[in-house]
């Protein structure tokens, strides 16, 4: 497990203001030592398997509206996330790891995703991604093709009074 990465994550999820705990999970999860509780990570390290998987879980937590995120726990299907939010969750993932310079093969692991990892990778290399328009039309990013557009990212946090906000702005314009 490569400690700089790790230490590079939870730096982001305080400086975000992603919640998370350390802790010993004795339950089975979803994803190896990583699991959603109320609203916050719990993570152990003696049974993560995976580095990445902390990214996706904590997309997760970004993508959801705030009034969903303190409550969410659990299984993400459980808590009404559908193909959509995951594939928000992918690209929020994808664009933190290119933030915090984490290589794609941390993110989409060779044993995850259903063995699609190399073709993740190729797509999301390649510009091709997806997820991004949804991040977009929450005005966490601006598209692809814009100068500073996906994979930088204008806000880490989905934010509905913020989108409220832009909306009505361009309504009056």
Not at 55 to 77: K, P, Y
Not at 135 to 143: D, G
Request: proline letters at 4%; glycine letters at 8%; hydrophobic letters at 40%.
């Amino acid at each position: 497990m490569e400690k700089n990465d790790i230490d590079r994550m939870l730096n982001f999820f305080t400086e975000i203001r992603i919640k998370y705990h350390i802790c010993s999970i004795e339950e089975k999860t979803f994803l190896p030592g990583v699991k959603i509780s109320d609203g916050a990570l719990l993570i152990d390290f003696e049974k993560l398997l995976y580095p990445g998987d902390l990214l996706h879980e904590a997309g997760h937590i970004a993508v959801s509206d705030e009034v969903s995120r303190a409550h969410l726990t659990g299984d993400m299907q459980d808590e009404g996330h559908q193909a959509a939010d995951e594939m928000a969750t992918i690209a929020w993932s994808w664009a933190a790891a290119q933030h915090l310079n984490i290589a794609p093969e941390v993110l989409f692991h060779k044993d995850g995703y259903k063995g699609g990892s190399e073709s993740l990778i190729r797509a999301f290399r390649d510009n091709g991604g997806f997820g991004y328009p949804l991040l977009y039309t929450w005005f966490m990013c601006e598209q692809p093709d814009h100068p500073q557009g996906y994979p930088k990212m204008l806000r880490w946090l989905r934010n509905e009074a913020y989108r409220q906000t832009q909306l009505e702005s361009l309504a009056t314009n």
